[in-house]
């Protein structure tokens, strides 16, 4: 059976990392390319 303090620990655990991933600022789909660039653009230019 494992201690009331153990279980509280493991609570603690839980609810501090579910908030570390509720509130975390990096967010990737930022990062993320859009698109092509200027230089591919300029390489890949008809005309």
Do not use: C, N, Q
């Amino acid at each position: 059976m494992t201690s009331p303090r153990s279980s509280f620990s493991s609570f603690r655990r839980a609810v501090r990392k579910l908030i570390e991933t509720v509130f975390d600022p990096y967010r990737p789909e930022r990062h993320y390319m859009r698109g092509p660039g200027p230089k591919w653009r300029a390489k890949h230019a008809i005309g």
